[in-house]
């Protein structure tokens, strides 16, 4: 079955599998896509294999708190969980296996104001 596209903005399920490299989890986690849709189109057509993302985790972790967005169940992320903005990762994109749903515009907004932050980036 082919999966959908994928679009930044999206929360997707990702199974690393087995795989224990320092940026794969090694396990099944909802993750948030925030690289570029160019980006993204070159990696669905074989001109890139990974896509940057912001992992989902269960663990709030008060002293990162200011770099953690909480993101309430929809859709099919069926559980609230904690956008980890200071885990900026990239994932192959053979592990993504599930669209779960899509973050809000305003959700997107906090998440690119964290990620300034964190980057030091002005603007």
């Known amino acids: 079955m082919a999966r959908d596209a994928i679009n930044r903005g999206e929360i997707w399920l990702a199974d690393t599998g087995k795989c ?25 057509n074989g001109y890139y294999d990974h896509i940057l993302v912001i992992p989902i985790t269960k663990v709030r972790f008060e002293i990162l708190e200011e770099f953690r967005l909480y993101l309430p169940p929809r859709e099919k992320l069926l559980t ?5 903005c200071n885990a900026l990762c990239f994932l192959r994109l053979e592990f993504f296996t599930q669209k779960l ?4 515009e305003i959700e997107m907004e906090q998440i690119e104001t964290s990620i300034k932050e964190i980057l030091n980036l002005k603007g």
């Not at 989890?25 to 909802?30: A, H, N, S, V």
């Not at 609230?80 to 980890?84: E, F, I, M, T, W």
């Not at 749903?101 to 809000?104: G, I, N, Q, V, W």
């Open 20 to 44: 224990k490299r320092a940026f794969e989890f090694g396990k099944k986690r909802p993750v948030i896509v925030i690289q570029s849709d160019k980006l993204n189109i070159l990696a669905e």
């Open 80 to 84: 609230g969980g904690y956008a980890a």
């Open 101 to 104: 749903a899509e973050a809000s």
